[in-house]
């Protein structure tokens, strides 16, 4: 859901942190989970590492929407469902985030989040979905062989963003219900039938198509 981006990007950011430049990290050079390449990409195509570490907030916000949310189809994912897509999308790259979100939802793994994978989501409950996304989430990062350095942050993030997201679900509205039929004293009572003297003159056997007085004649 859009409407849940800012907050989404407020939780993320807490597990972003702040500058960091660790040999072991493959993204190299990153301020606020942002990386040195998609800060040139996306905000200045000659930004140095200086430049990073003085990044606005809004230049974080449009790397983030741009590259992770917009990426992650976050404004169109149930709330819940788009915090989880959307932080896993940061930590690990939007396509393998989607490929895993549709491996999830048993949709075919090409990495776009298109109509056939939100039908998918949609069709499952969302607490459901985050749950199964976490858990294979957690899985992969096991497999990597730099684990045993991050493995630690790691699982506090994906605890912390299995929860969250699980309370994001939770509050959204739930869908309004389907229209059922009203109540017998709120139905509509038709008028009683009247000769009309416009349509329906004395002996005459049918009303005249020409009516327009506004009653409903008996004969109609």
Known sequence: MNRNFARALALVLKSEGG???????PGGATMKGVTLANFRRYVKADATKDDLRHITDAQVATVYRRFYWDAAAGAELPG??????FDFA???GPGRAAKYLQAAVGTAQDGRIGPATLKAVGARPPGAVID?????RLAFLRRLPTWPVFGKGWSDRIRSVRSQALLMSA???????L???????????RSPAVRC????PAGASAPSNACRSGVRCFKS
């Open 19 to 25: 500058w960091s430049d660790n040999p072991a990290d």
């Open 80 to 85: 819940g469902v788009d915090y989880a897509v």
């Open 90 to 92: 940061v930590n690990s």
């Open 132 to 136: 199964d996304l976490c858990d294979a």
């Open 171 to 177: 509050l959204q509205p739930a869908p309004a219900p």
């Open 179 to 189: 229209p059922g039929p009203r109540p017998s004293h709120q139905r509509s009572r």
């Open 197 to 200: 003297r416009r349509c329906l």
